[in-house]
């Protein structure tokens, strides 16, 4: 998720944040470290109906289960985290999220057979009490059938009225297998500030049904006949998003190969909205292709979202949430939203690809898509950066235009990059540890905002600047093709760091930022 509330000058934080224990991190062998889950969900047969006059989901999920662990399972933990989404907007949004809820009506076996279950944690956990035990090497499934209310939101669960239309974001409403590793069961609550998912890779095969006026973005490749049921084949994708909304046009780009296609509404802006959006996401698979390796699906879905000031985006595999940016209305960001589209265009890495934990572990994830998008997409000379400037020069005041016409944009970047080293060597005078969960923040730390957005990424310019740019960029490409399909933890990118540069500058850089007590 891109967050604007947060963005703050990166040297006042640094020297608001106070001083700590120092302690050594002693690598782990990557070999040690099992990043899949022993029990796994192989694929998802999903059937979804949309009724845009209830606003309700009706959902039929049936889950293929492999037992990879050594233990006999009694019981499979399936996660409804739709009930703590609803929680928190019957308690936050009631104005127009009145009773709102999700219900479980059945959970069935192979056979067609009712299940028990117990619901649990406010509903977003369900017990499923198996027909007969599920030994290790065996292989089971499970059908849960459930009926969810859309709620009114201009969030990544929601739907709002758009252009006398009305737009869905269908994400965090799907139930799914809980991780399952170190021989228990691992979730986390719902977090309305950050995320709370630790999924493996899976397929999803998907049938979408909407009225057909209705277009239809998702994850994955994906078909719409001319009756509104849209066919979704996601494969080895660890989370499933649906946008659909009958105000939507389609515009399409490519960029090494990917088809990008832009979701966009046709507001009196929507044309230049359209226009930088497609841009900026060429600019970034150009950029993040080469740093990381290639983008291993075929398309990325964009869609143009009603959001909260808030917020600026949402990742998914195969498809992003952009805000819209006061381009619907009279004052179109045009800055923000390329910050939006590029920030998460790195999270199809970093969550996409690497399944790092992101309530344990968020600066792994948010940490670095942040720094990737501030520190590097914006340091680079592009089509969609000029094109801001551009757009800066028609419209904004005569103090910027003066300031915009006095250096280029080569200048400008040169001057950002000393300044970032500047800061790298600022930084290493206090230290901020940085590898806290979503609910262990100290107090005074800031929260998310300030750890996962603004320190995480100072973290990551200390260790490009004192490993040198040529061995980072190497060991993140390294680390990325290592663990792509993955679940790696902070261990392991730690390690990674340290098998392309183990000198005691870096050690320092790693003790500055992370606690060895909540390194995972």
Not at 237 to 244: N, Q
Not at 444 to 466: C, H, K, Q, T, W
């Amino acid at each position: 998720m891109k967050k604007h509330n947060f963005r703050r000058a990166l040297i006042a934080t640094i020297a608001a944040i106070s001083i700590t224990a120092v302690f050594s991190v002693k690598p782990v062998h990557a070999d040690t470290v099992n990043t899949d889950p022993q029990v796994q969900a192989t694929n998802y047969q999903m059937k979804i109906h949309l009724n845009t006059r209830k606003n309700k989901l009706t959902e039929k999920v049936t889950i293929d289960v492999a037992n990879n662990s050594q233990n006999t399972l009694h019981q499979l933990l399936v996660r409804n985290i739709a009930a703590g989404v609803l929680k928190y907007d019957n308690q936050h949004r009631s104005k127009k999220n009145k009773n709102l809820k999700t219900t479980v009506t059945s959970i069935t076996d192979e056979n067609n057979k009712k299940l028990n279950f117990k619901e649990a944690d406010q509903q977003s956990s369900i017990y499923v009490n198996l027909p007969q035990d599920l030994k290790p090497g065996e292989k089971t499934k499970v059908t849960i059938n459930v009926i969810t209310d859309v709620p009114y939101r201009a969030d990544r669960f929601g739907y709002q009225p758009v252009m006398g239309g009305k737009v869905y974001n269908l994400s965090f409403c799907f139930p799914y297998l809980s991780d399952y590793r170190n021989n228990h069961w691992l979730f986390h609550p719902y977090s309305d500030e950050g995320e709370n998912r630790n999924s493996a890779v899976t397929n999803y095969h998907v049938s979408f049904y909407a009225p057909k006026s209705y277009t239809v973005a998702a994850s994955g490749d994906h078909t719409t006949n001319k009756a509104g049921k849209t066919t979704i084949e996601a494969k080895q994708m660890r989370d499933l998003a649906i946008v659909c909304s009958n105000r939507f046009k389609v515009s399409h780009a490519q960029a090494d190969g990917i088809k990008i296609n832009n979701f966009y509404f046709a507001s009196k802006n929507g044309a230049k909205y359209n226009q930088l959006a497609k841009q900026c996401a060429v600019d970034s698979f150009h950029l993040f292709n080469k740093q990381f390796g290639k983008y291993p699906y075929k398309q990325l879905d964009m869609t143009e979202a009603v959001f909260e000031p808030s917020a600026g985006g949402m990742e998914y595999p195969g498809l992003i949430m952009i805000s819209d940016e006061g381009f619907l209305g009279k004052k179109p960001k045009y800055y923000e939203l390329i910050q939006d589209v590029s920030h998460e265009i790195a999270h199809q890495w970093f969550f996409g690809t690497l399944g790092t934990d992101e309530y344990t572990e968020p600066w792994l994830d948010e940490g670095m898509a942040e720094y990737f998008e501030d520190f590097d997409y914006n340091n680079h000379d592009s089509k969609s950066i000029r094109m801001v400037r551009n757009e800066l020069l028609k419209t904004s005041n005569k103090k910027v235009r003066k300031a915009l016409k006095k250096t280029s944009i080569k200048t400008n970047i040169k001057l950002s990059k000393e300044t970032l080293d500047k800061v790298a060597k600022y930084s290493m005078k206090k230290r901020h540890y940085i590898n806290y969960a979503m609910n262990e923040f100290p107090k005074n730390s800031g929260g998310e905002g300030i750890v996962d957005y603004e320190m995480a990424p100072i973290f990551y310019n200390a260790l490009r600047y004192y490993m040198g740019e040529k061995k980072f960029y190497a060991a993140m490409k390294d680390y990325c093709q290592t663990y792509q399909f993955k679940q790696p933890t902070g261990r392991d990118f730690l390690n990674m760091i340290k098998k392309y540069d183990d000198s005691a500058k870096v050690q320092k850089v790693i003790d500055n930022f992370i606690d060895p007590q909540y390194l995972r």
